[in-house]
T-cell receptor, first 114, second 117 residues
Framework: AQSVSQHNHHVILSEAASLELGCNYSYGGTVNLFWYVQYPGQHLQLLLKYFSGDPLVKGIKGFEAEFIKSKFSFNLRKPSVQWSDTAEYFC????????????FGQGTELSVKP | DAGVIQSPRHEVTEMGQEVTLRCKPISGHNSLFWYRQTMMRGLELLIYFNNNVPIDDSGMPEDRFSAKMPNASFSTLKIQPSEPRDSAVYFCASIFASGTRRVNEQFFGPGTRLTVL
């Protein structure tokens, strides 16, 4: 069965630290990849997406992610986090099967200490 | 466009009562998804529709849950009878997936916070 796995359930960092959140998926076909962010009390918002082309994609607020097809991975990175990045981050994979569906990882809660 | 619209935003009900959640997807989107989010389980896909047809309802927890999409602009998720463990935030989302294997981002509604006492 298709699945998305996020390695860390909860990450705690100090401001200015670098961030990398892992995401792996299991599906052998064509995929589109997404990272969403959910700030406390809000709904999910798109951070960045990968369709094709350059495997290094840049999103909003200084986030970027790298698609490594051979590793089925799409890790999210940010060189220097801020307190305002405190949120939950979801990796998602869109698979083209039966009309297409988006499969989410379980989420990683990021807490940034000022 | 107003985005994905959900109603009500908050619902408090007593165990055993019927609950109906409503969703209006973004005009032109051809797929609609219902998710449930809890602290324990995170974000779960309950069911999704493509061109108003239910495609995969394997995430629906029990027969107490049912969903319909009578037309392209409206969907409901019904829980009957409701139980305290159904308390969660229920999100509706829509997307346009083209035949050329290209999809735009999935847009989420604000969610309905359901509390079953």
């Amino acid at each position: 069965a298709q699945s998305v796995s996020q390695h860390n359930h909860h990450v705690i960092l100090s401001e200015a630290a670098s961030l990398e959140l892992g995401c792996n998926y299991s599906y052998g076909g064509t995929v589109n990849l997404f990272w969403y962010v959910q700030y406390p009390g809000q709904h999910l918002q798109l951070l960045l997406k990968y369709f094709s082309g350059d495997p290094l994609v840049k999103g909003i607020k200084g986030f970027e992610a790298e698609f490594i097809k051979s590793k089925f991975s799409f890790n999210l990175r940010k060189p220097s986090v801020q307190w305002s990045d405190t949120a939950e981050y979801f990796c998602a994979v869109f698979i083209y099967n039966q009309g297409g569906k988006l499969i989410f990882g379980q989420g990683t809660e990021l807490s940034v200490k000022p | 466009d107003a985005g994905v619209i959900q109603s009500p935003r908050h619902e408090v009900t007593e165990m055993g009562q019927e609950v109906t959640l409503r969703c209006k997807p973004i005009s032109g989107h051809n797929s609609l998804f219902w998710y449930r989010q809890t602290m324990m389980r995170g974000l779960e896909l309950l069911i999704y529709f493509n061109n108003n047809v239910p495609i995969d309802d394997s995430g629906m927890p029990e027969d107490r849950f049912s969903a319909k999409m009578p037309n392209a602009s409206f969907s409901t998720l019904k829980i009957q009878p409701s139980e305290p463990r159904d308390s969660a935030v229920y999100f509706c989302a829509s997307i346009f997936a083209s035949g050329t294997r290209r999809v735009n981002e999935q847009f989420f509604g604000p969610g309905t916070r359901l509390t079953v006492l």
